[in-house]
């Protein structure tokens, strides 16, 4: 996955998930930064079964702190880009699930 320079794009110029998506994955060339995507996103998806199995509703904001939390240390930390949910919050929500998705199908090295 090679890194692409996205400083002259601004996302909130993509009309489509179709074209944000290659955007998207271009802000995550780091192979750490994807992996603490995927870290945060499976925890939120355990903190999404702890909630449908006790119906305690503190899993959902668990949840939302862990994914958002380790994509944050990602693009901060390792990547050293401002994460894309800033301009353009659901589809870069909807990103990290595609995302999610081809890391899980091998697509996307892991």
Known sequence: MGATSTTTIDPRTLTSFAQFYPFYLSEHGNRTCRRLHFLGSSLGLACLGLLLATGNPW????GLVAGYAFAWIGHF???KNKPASFKRPL???MGDWVMYKDIWT?????
């Not at 899993?59 to 668990?62: I, T, V």
């Not at 091998?106 to 892991?110: H, Q, R, T, V, Y």
Request: hydrophobic share 45%.
């Open 59 to 62: 899993w959902l904001p668990a």
């Open 77 to 79: 930390g390792f990547e």
């Open 91 to 93: 589809y870069s929500f």
């Open 106 to 110: 091998g697509k996307i090295p892991f």
